[in-house]
């Protein structure tokens, strides 16, 4: 069973990113990098203030509470599309992989972190040629191991197809690890899928999850207009030597993990997070709720209402503006905004849940993972992102943009034993949580807290 340690919870930090595109941790699990865009305004020349929007990257060390933000000297983040970033060496040097849709390229940037500066330059560039134009995934899970797999999909005109490539995950290597070409052995594999059942389908914008034995890829079945996640199957290219052999495989039914609270009918568009490292994969919904007899005729009046109010009221203050240079409806507004708020329509619907849930791609069991968020935040502009370290421990991110605040959480792997320092470090913890983000006392204690990984 994951075990859940909280690390922070607290006011949000505040050179953290405004929008945060990328989340990402080392392999050791300790340090969290989120690659995104920060606001501030700056005095120029003494006497003018200007609005500066640029791109950094914010590390945060689990393990101290300590942060830093990197500026990032890339060009063409607003033009190209940003992928993904990822962390290579421990805190040393990172790649972030761009898209040039115009040109079908892959650019992976190799970027140096320079703590005297708190910068990052870009020691290496590589571009690759990538046939796939539409959404573009990175799998990570063997990035230690030196490689990555990067999907996509063909224009329309070109028939929609996924297609793949494996390369390196270094881009100063790739003479070590040269790039393999994935098309035809995706394309067998999706025919291996549909002799099993024309509605079955590769899970469209998934990312692929990649170990030492093979690269895999979650399937989903349609019913009516939608795609829904098929638990039970798994779409893979096998590494046999220098072959790769498509195959599908079967994970473990889930009735026999007594598992009744998994609704096998999980859409794809609800789904949130798919991250692998090694052997395990962490999968999150964001599950919408149904709505009871009464939240629906409140919901159907209030429509109703707004409709009505905003065609009547709200056009006859418009017409009337000619008149009172249309002080009427700037109070209609005033009015409206007070009794709605900021939507247009008032939501009565309930709120979303998060459901979270771990496959183990060495024994293809799954495991439900329990974790409590705040769900009215998570109906309004709340993220959750989640990220595994080399051992298939997952950092959690909770972030809440309206009232500013931030959850940092640690699950331990379901399908691997705690380590006897997991279990020190998270009883020394329970009893003083004070004492979390003190290095010095946790060194001496004996923990090892600075040098051993999560």
């Known amino acids: 069973m994951a075990k859940y340690r909280e690390l922070y919870n607290g006011e949000m930090f505040d050179d953290l990113p405004k929008t945060i595109l990328t989340f990402s941790t080392t392999n050791c699990g300790r340090f969290a990098y989120m690659l ?32 830093n933000t990197f500026a ?25 992989i761009l898209y040039d849709a115009q040109q079908r390229v892959i650019i992976q940037h190799l970027l140096n972190f320079d703590r005297a500066t708190k910068a990052t330059s870009c020691a290496f560039t590589r571009n690759t040629r990538f046939n796939g134009v539409a959404s573009i995934r990175v799998g990570l899970g063997a990035s230690h191991l030196g490689v990555i797999v990067v999907t996509g999909h063909l224009p329309e005109q070109e028939g929609f197809a996924l297609v793949g490539m494996l390369m390196a995950a270094d881009p100063s290597k790739s003479d070590r690890f040269p790039t393999v070409i994935l098309d035809n052995e995706i394309g067998a594999m999706e025919s291996k899928l549909k002799a099993i059942d024309e509605d079955l389908y590769v899970w469209p914008k998934s990312i692929p999850m990649v170990t030492k034995k093979g690269i895999y890829f979650p399937v989903c079945e349609r019913f009516g207009e939608k795609l829904f996640f098929k638990n039970d199957l798994l779409s893979s ?6 072959t790769l052999v498509p195959n599908v ?14 609704d096998w009918l999980h859409s794809i568009d609800h789904a949130n997070m798919l991250v692998q490292k090694d052997n395990c994969t962490w999968l999150s919904f964001i599950q919408p709720q149904p709505m009871n007899h009464l939240t629906t005729l409140l919901q159907y009046v209030s429509d109703f209402g707004c409709v009505t109010l905003l065609r009547y009221v709200g056009g006859f ?28 329509f008032p939501d009565f619907s309930p709120p979303p849940s998060f459901e979270a849930y771990v496959l183990d791609l060495k024994s293809l069991k799954w495991a439900q993972v329990d974790y409590e968020t705040d769900r009215k935040q998570l109906k309004n502009d709340a993220q959750v992102l989640i990220d595994v370290n080399a051992k298939g421990h997952a950092t959690i991110f909770e ?43 946790m060194n001496r204690f004996g923990l090892g807290y600075l040098d051993r990984p999560l």
């Open 249 to 262: 495989l079967e994970t473990t039914a889930l009735q026999v993990m007594a598992m009744e609270d998994w």
């Open 72 to 96: 990032l000297d890339v060009g063409g983040l607003d033009v190209l599309e940003i992928v993904d970033f990822y962390m290579l060496n421990e805190c040393r040097s990172g790649v972030l």
């Open 237 to 242: 290219i096998e590494f046999q030597g220098k």
């Open 399 to 441: 972030h809440h943009m309206r009232n500013r605040m931030l959850r940092f959480g640690y699950f331990s792997n379901p399908f691997r034993p705690q380590s006897l320092h997991d279990l020190a470090l998270a009883e020394v913890e329970k009893i003083k949580p004070e004492l979390r983000h003190n290095v010095e006392e």
């Open 317 to 344: 203050t418009l017409w009337f503006s000619r008149f009172d240079a249309g002080y009427s409806a700037l109070l209609f507004t005033r009015f409206y905004i007070w009794l709605v708020g900021p939507q247009i």
């Open 36 to 67: 995104g865009q920060r606001t501030y305004i700056e005095l120029v020349n003494h006497r003018d203030l200007m609005m500066v929007t640029e791109w950094t990257i914010f590390e945060y060390d689990i393990r101290s509470g300590k942060s």
